[in-house]
């Protein structure tokens, strides 16, 4: 547990180093010109294409999709931005998306450390960043993210201002907070409730402590909340759930859903991860919550670090690919 924890910590100079990699073989694309940008990815590595995302919806006037299949939509034609993002570059699903862009002539652009997409990208020469080596996909969100800006900041000019975001990485209370977060943590099923704003980091909140904390998660997002979830809360039995009210900043509809969940008398917790811009919080929130997801494994005496049973599914879509090949 120690290894994985001291991976977070040192998150801020993991991200340091990330933001000064460089774009190899670089183009110049005329946003007016594309007709959308698609990310691929899975697992620790799309979830960086969720937080893109999220952020190119408000401030590009853009279609944007997120691919966490082995197809593309069938509007991704050759007019499009595919960025694939695979850690180990060798997941499959990942893969045989790349495939179906390379073959529908998308632009494409690549992050991985290695792997079948990183020798597939020397070999086609499209734009690409490598991250650092040595970590576990998840633990390396702070150098795909950076990889992801630093490729659309050069390829279509994106000026995504990155100068604070280790200087968020260094909050000294951080991992006392995490602590807290984790002691709450223990004895309950994990349920993250979100704004619609941050919902990525409600997805990788989730994806956290399934992979570090081996269990399993809900996320709820507002304002979708008030049309569903709320009434599930009539009657959830109080004693199965632990609820983090996830606040950015001003409350709003988070606080709204907090008040009303306190009401019915639910274990609750409110974090505020807002830190003024979208990718500085997501990047804290991120941080704290991955620290707490560690934690909790080590107060549920299970290993933060394997993931058996995503290594159980990658052999079965192995076979399943080679069936339908
Ligand atoms: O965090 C993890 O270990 C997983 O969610 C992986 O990210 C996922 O299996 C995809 O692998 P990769 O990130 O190497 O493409």
């Given amino acids: ?60 006037a853009l279609p944007v999709a997120t691919v966490k299949s082995f197809t593309l939509p069938k509007y991704v034609d050759s007019g499009w931005l595919v960025v694939a993002i695979s850690y180990s570059g060798n997941t499959l699903e990942t893969l045989a998306a790349v495939t179906e862009a390379v073959r529908r002539r998308a632009k494409l652009c690549t992050i991985s450390s290695g792997g079948r997409l990183m020798e597939l990208s020397e070999k086609l020469g499209v734009p690409r960043v490598y991250v650092e080596r ?39 209370e951080a991992l006392e907070v995490a602590e807290d977060l984790a002691s709450f943590l223990v004895g309950g099923l994990p349920v993250f409730v979100v704004t619609e704003d941050i919902y990525p980091l409600g997805v990788r909140a989730k994806n956290e402590v399934n992979e570090n904390a081996k269990l399993t998660c809900k996320v709820e997002v507002l304002p ?16 199965l759930v632990k609820i983090v009210v996830l606040r950015n900043g001003a409350g709003g509809l988070a606080d709204f859903a907090a008040e009303y969940l306190r009401k019915l008398d639910y274990s609750l917790k409110v974090l505020d991860v807002g830190r003024g811009s979208y990718f500085e919080t997501i990047l804290y929130g991120s941080w704290v919550i991955g620290l707490a997801s560690v934690l909790l494994a080590g107060l549920r005496s299970v290993d933060p670090e394997s993931t058996k049973s995503i290594e159980y599914y990658k052999q079965f879509v192995q076979s399943y690919l080679k069936f339908y090949a």
């Avoid at 702070?142 to 975001?165: C, D, G, Y």
């Fill in 134 to 172: 040595g970590h576990l996909p998840r633990a390396a969100l702070p150098s795909m993210l950076a990889a992801a800006v630093l490729l659309l900041n050069k390829l279509i000019e994106l000026k995504v201002s990155t100068e604070r975001w280790v200087e968020v990485l260094k909050d000294p």
């Fill in 224 to 239: 979708e909340w008030g049309h569903n979830d709320v009434v599930g809360w009539e009657s959830t039995p109080k004693d």
């Fill in 1 to 60: 547990m120690r290894e994985l924890l001291d991976d977070y910590l040192n998150w801020s100079s993991q991200l340091r180093k990330a933001l000064a990699a460089d774009v190899l073989d670089p183009v110049h694309l005329d946003v007016g010109s594309i007709g959308g940008i698609a990310f691929v990815g899975m697992g620790g590595s799309g979830v960086v294409g969720d937080v893109v995302a999220k952020y190119l919806e408000r401030e590009v």
